[in-house]
């Protein structure tokens, strides 16, 4: 199993920018579908992005329009800029394949939104 570090999250106050980034042990190019998850304290994880490998797109209607979602397969990196930031994206956020992969959960990284 492909194992997951996740990195680049932080405090940062409304309306600024964050750029997190998720670092694979091994080849992402065989996963059609990468994912950016988060978490919220008390709340279900979610799936927020996701990005195939030829490059198509989705995103959950709350960052719409806000964030980008990437993926540099010879890096085996997938990225998400995360722009015009608001107290609820605050989370702790994962990456994983989408459908995720149980056994590939890291540690996530977390972002806080002050207002």
């Known amino acids: 199993q492909v194992q997951l570090v996740e990195s680049g999250g932080g405090l940062v106050q409304a309306g600024g920018s964050l750029r997190l980034s998720c670092a694979a042990s091994g080849t992402i190019a065989s996963i059609n579908a990468m994912g950016w998850y988060r978490q919220a304290d008390g709340k279900q994880r979610e799936l927020v992005a996701a990005v195939t490998s030829g490059g198509s797109t989705n995103y959950a209607d709350s960052v719409k329009g806000r964030f980008t979602i990437s993926r540099d397969n010879a890096k085996n990196t997938v990225y998400l800029q995360m722009n015009s930031l608001k107290p609820e994206d605050t989370a702790v956020y994962y990456c994983?394949?989408?459908?995720?992969?149980?056994?590939?959960w890291g540690r996530g990284t977390r972002v806080t939104v002050s207002s």
């Open positions: 994983n394949a989408a459908p995720y992969s149980s056994a590939s």
